[in-house]
C-alpha cells in the first residue's frame, strides 16, 4: 500500500523530485568550490585568513539558502 502511493507520487511528480535533486547536488558542488578556493586563498596569503574565512562562510550560507529555497519550491509542487 504504501510503496503504491509512493510510486504514484513519483510518477505524477516526478520533475519536482529531480528538481530537488538538482538543487542539492548543485549546492554541494558550490559549497566545495567554494571551500576548495578559499583553501587556495588562504596558502597563498595566509596573513588574510580572517577575511578569507568571512567570506567564505557569506558565500556558502547564500549558496545554501538559494538550495533550500529550490528545494522547498520542488516540494510545494509535489505535495500541492
Partial sequence: MMSTVLLE???????????????????????????GSALEAIA??????NDIRGNM????????GAAFFAMVVALLVVFK
Fill in 9 to 35: 507520487a513519483v510518477q505524477a511528480h516526478g520533475i519536482a523530485a529531480v528538481g530537488a535533486g538538482v538543487a542539492a547536488l548543485a549546492a554541494g558542488l558550490g559549497i566545495g568550490r567554494i571551500g
Fill in 57 to 64: 562562510i557569506l558565500a556558502a550560507a547564500l549558496v545554501e
Fill in 44 to 49: 597563498r596569503q595566509p596573513e588574510a585568513v
